[in-house]
């Protein structure tokens, strides 16, 4: 079973970014898609971002096409999500997550906050 830990979130003005990175251990990185999901005070947990084991396909939520870049490195087990021109709604706690195909992550990390303030 892969462990997940993601680094990267803080507080930063509206439009600003951040890089949010997710560590993977203790299983074959390259074996699994992974995703960032985040949720909101009050929220349902809601897919931000996704991307094939080898990086060849992502796909993004509407509220983060254009402005989010979601990327991996294998040789560094690490998945990134690049954020720029952060919005006060990016506020939320983003969560690294891994699994077996494209649409089920069943493997996730501990999140990160992400604040955005106006």
């Known amino acids: 079973q892969v462990h997940l830990v993601e680094s990267g979130g803080g507080s930063v003005q509206a439009g600003g970014s951040l890089r949010l990175s997710c560590a993977a251990s203790g299983g074959i990185f390259s074996n699994y898609f992974m995703a960032w999901y985040r949720q909101a005070p009050g929220k349902q947990r809601e897919l931000v971002a996704h991307?094939?084991?080898?990086?060849?396909?992502?796909n993004y939520a509407d509220s983060a096409k254009g402005r989010f870049a979601i990327s991996r490195d294998n040789a560094k087990n690490t998945v990134y999500l690049q954020m720029n021109s952060l919005k006060p709604e990016d506020t939320a706690v983003y969560y690294c997550?891994?699994?077996?195909?494209?649409?089920?992550?069943?493997?996730w990390g501990q999140g990160t906050q992400v604040t955005v303030s106006s």
């Open positions: 991307i094939t084991t080898d990086g060849g396909t992502t």
């Open positions: 997550a891994a699994g077996p195909n494209f649409y089920v992550y069943n493997t």
